[in-house]
């Protein structure tokens, strides 16, 4: 059910595939009764992810971490409002930082 999201897009990250990005769902459509349950299911039955949580005394940044926490320390993804009072974030760095190109 998987399929590239965008032609010409990058995967995010190295754990997700391009070809990944898009998941066909088929007839579902609400998240509250029928994708919830789903995942609280898979969740229960014990799931773990690859990464240690941030919160644990072992957590050490991998590179994507890491390019990302750098952009936010350093103020280069900051929030404002626009002329309609809607808030948006410079996202310019940041998107590449999760994509692993090389910050500008």
Do not use: M, W
Request: glycine share 8%.
């Amino acid at each position: 059910p998987f399929k590239i999201a965008k032609e010409g897009l990058q995967a995010p990250g190295s754990h997700i595939a391009a070809g990944q990005t898009l998941c066909d769902v088929g007839p579902l459509v609400s998240r509250k009764a029928q994708f919830v349950p789903a995942f609280s299911r898979i969740l229960n039955e014990g799931f773990t992810c690859h990464k240690l949580p941030v919160a644990s005394p072992n957590y050490v940044d991998d590179n994507e971490t890491g390019a990302v926490r750098n952009v936010l320390e350093h103020g280069e993804a900051n929030v404002s409002l626009d002329g309609s009072q809607h808030y948006k974030r410079d996202l310019v760095k940041l998107g590449s930082a999760v994509f692993e190109e090389k910050a500008l």
